[in-house]
């Protein structure tokens, strides 16, 4: 089997896979019912609620036609930017530079710690 062939198999089965793919935030609503609280993907506080989604219909065959359906999924109720950010990033990125200062003092006070040049 040619390889050509072999790669347009493996990608043609797969596209129809993308029909699966939930949308975003549906997670945090799985199994309840509009306006019971959820949480979005990125952790924000929710409220789930039924809204319109385009979702790909393959009962032609392809090319896919698409259709509007009704799901519940979870809307914020308060702004991602209303959370606490980390201080850990902010942490790490201030020793790093902290220990590149001192390293590049020790090596500027003891210049015959360097290798010389041949």
């Known amino acids: 089997m040619s390889t050509r062939l072999v790669l347009t198999l493996a990608v043609g089965l797969a596209l129809p896979a993308l029909a699966d793919i939930a949308p975003k935030n549906s997670r945090g609503c799985s199994g309840k019912q509009p306006g019971a609280a959820c949480t979005t993907d990125d952790g924000s506080a ?20 698409y259709k509007q359906v009704k799901m519940v999924l979870c ?3 308060a ?11 902010t942490l790490g990125g201030l020793l790093l530079a902290l220990l590149a200062t001192g390293a590049a003092l020790v090596a500027r006070r003891h210049p015959g710690a360097r290798p010389s040049p041949t």
């Open 75 to 77: 809307v914020a109720t």
């Open 79 to 89: 702004p991602a930017s209303a959370r606490v950010p980390s201080l850990f990033p």
């Open 46 to 65: 929710g409220t789930c609620t039924e809204q319109l989604v385009s979702r790909p219909d393959y009962s032609n065959g392809p090319p896919p036609t």
